[in-house]
């Protein structure tokens, strides 16, 4: 595997997100396989992913979302333990082994509102304020936030925002809080093709690819013209099981699988 002798600074604009679906990328899993190449920047990985959800809102508790939280966290029961984790093993590194997780539980939040408009510090302090209440779990070496917005709602990070230029991303709050943001798929641009469910467990796959391999963005395995192991792929996907999931970039196979 390629390593760099001494780790870059963190890329503050390094590719975090799942962009919106564009009608050019129709039939883009038959293109040629664009150059990239993800190197390891020694950063920190996420060997043994543990995924605790939690639903932002009290739409969560109401039909047919209700529904949803249950088919989500069984959507991770399942894709934690499947090919989809054992295909990341080539990025296996010299202190990390990606392995199988599991979610570790999940938890629906109303005592606060998400409100119309979400930024990405107010959800970064939301959940360190329910870690520090012991709502959701203390943070360990491979915990993995994912929080869920209800339908409604838009998200706004990087001067960017949900349905206007992303469809979902991951981050880090200093280098032991790792969290991935998935808004409610309501917008043609963040569904394509799919059902709203479908096109959830697809960003979802993206992004905890992309987190197990990368949780610091730009610090574990990336390409600084491509991004992340999920961004090459972007809206290619496939079924594993009952699931619609994203394909992910293999350096060993020199595409999407």
Not at 160 to 186: E, L
Not at 210 to 239: F, H, L, R, S
């Amino acid at each position: 595997m390629a390593q760099s002798k001494s780790p870059p600074k963190p890329q503050p604009d390094a590719i975090r997100i799942v962009p919106l679906h564009r009608p050019t990328m129709l039939g883009a899993a038959a293109l040629p396989a664009p150059a990239a190449r993800l190197t390891y920047r020694n950063g920190p990985l996420l060997p043994a992913a543990e995924v605790f959800t939690i639903f932002w809102g009290s739409a969560w508790k109401k039909s047919p979302l209700s529904s949803t939280v249950t088919d989500v966290n069984r959507f991770f029961d399942d894709i934690l333990t499947s090919a989809v984790i054992d295909q990341l093993s080539e990025y296996n590194a010299a202190a990390f082994t990606i392995a199988h997780g599991r979610r570790t539980g999940s938890a629906t939040i109303t005592t606060a509102s998400p409100g119309r408009s979400l930024t990405d510090g107010a959800i970064r302090t939301f959940l360190q304020q329910q870690i520090g209440n012991g709502k959701v779990p203390k943070v360990t070496k491979n915990s993995l936030y994912f929080i869920f917005v209800p339908p409604g709602v838009r998200v706004v990070m990087g001067g960017s925002a949900s349905c206007q230029a992303f469809c979902g991303y991951h981050n880090a709050i200093g280098r032991r809080t790792f969290y991935a943001v998935m808004p409610y798929p309501d917008c043609s641009g963040c569904t394509g093709s799919l059902t709203p469910f479908d096109a959830l467990t697809s960003t979802s796959s993206h992004e905890l690819c992309e987190a197990i391999t990368d949780p610091i963005p730009g610090e574990g395995w990336y390409d600084d013209a491509n991004g992340e192991v999920g961004d090459i792929c972007a809206w290619q996907t496939k079924k594993v099981g009952q699931y619609t999931v994203q394909l992910e970039w293999s350096n060993k196979a020199n595409g999407c699988v």
